[in-house]
């Protein structure tokens, strides 16, 4: 079945095929062996969509807008170089950022004079496009636990102008110790076993990949995301994302706080328009999963999107 798609570790096609029944895994496959079109994000701190679509259009870039978002811009494989090399983009007004991780972070109700944390931010797009949708206004987190990340994350950041955000270097399972109740809005892109970025032919895309590294990296998820959920405000909303396809980095994570925190919070429906999606499983090998799972949204791979979990969480009373 996957030798058109080339080789993938043992076991990874026969779980991939459950994850995304009833979507023919063969499909998903193909997608995951398919170069997309690259994407950049204009930077509004410094410019808008329309002022870089004509900068683009004088160097000869044909740059197409998201329908659904129109500071994502796609370019052709052949001119992202050219994008990179612009004045522009050493300029910081672009950043180059594939479209799912922008909606990931634009799911957050986010707006001008919130408190917000980005809890694991490096390498700082998605901190940026917080930074952009709070106008200069309010207060911005930024917290990263890897050293190298941690500074990787500040130079974005200032090479981007986003000079008004907050920096932290601490993991973040332990913030609510210091910052309990205290956001309105919290962003975890949660580290993970990025198998949305594995490519057949590519050895070392899938080096790290087993059933161990899943279950290692679920239990750190599990700890994150019960910290955000201490760290927010009562009313506060906060959003979970990987780009990971297992649902014990994904649904069962959620699963975990629901059954830890109960009706102190509840997930919320979202909505992407133009790409393959698919609803939070319910199910995952036998074990039954809260109903309210299924509000959470998986991308699927496909020609202008990578493969990315996304699930929205409302806190409704204080956690202590």
Request: charged share 20%; aromatic share 6%; with cysteine.
């Amino acid at each position: 079945m996957t030798e058109s798609f080339g080789h993938w570790p043992e076991g990874f096609v026969e779980r991939l095929g459950e994850i995304v029944a009833p979507h023919p895994v063969e499909m998903v496959l193909e997608q995951l062996a398919t170069e997309r079109r690259p994407c950049f994000r204009v930077n509004r701190l410094k410019t808008t969509p329309e002022l870089m679509l004509k900068a683009l259009g004088r160097l000869g870039i044909d740059a197409d807008p998201w329908p659904h978002k129109p500071d994502a811009l796609f370019v052709a494989p052949t001119q992202r170089q050219a994008v990179l090399d612009s004045d522009m983009y050493r300029g910081g007004l672009l950043y180059s950022q594939s479209l799912s991780s922008q909606l990931a972070a634009a799911c957050l109700p986010v707006r001008p004079g919130m408190h917000v944390l980005d809890m694991c931010a490096a390498p700082g797009g998605k901190t940026l496009q917080l930074a952009a949708m709070m106008q200069g206004e309010g207060t911005l987190l930024a917290n990263e636990a890897v050293r190298k990340r941690f500074f990787k994350l500040r130079s974005v950041l200032a090479q981007q102008g986003a000079d008004t955000v907050q920096t932290m270097l601490q993991d973040g399972r332990w913030l609510w110790r210091r910052f309990a109740n205290t956001f309105d809005a919290i962003l975890v892109d949660a580290p993970c076993s990025t198998e949305a970025r594995m490519r057949p032919g590519e050895p070392a895309s899938q080096s790290h990949w087993s059933l161990r590294k899943i279950r290692e990296t679920s239990r750190k998820q599990k700890g994150l995301l019960r910290s955000a959920i201490r760290c927010l405000k009562t009313g506060g909303c906060l959003v979970y994302a990987t780009c990971s396809f297992a649902p014990e980095e994904n649904e069962l994570v959620i699963q975990d706080a629901i059954r830890h925190y109960g009706e102190i919070i509840s997930t919320e429906p979202i909505s992407i328009q133009g790409l393959p999606t698919m609803p939070g499983l319910t199910r995952w090998r036998g074990r039954h999963l809260a109903e309210q799972v299924r509000s959470a949204v998986r991308i699927l791979p496909g020609p202008y999107s990578d493969a990315m979990f996304i699930c929205l969480i409302r806190k409704h009373s204080s956690t202590g």
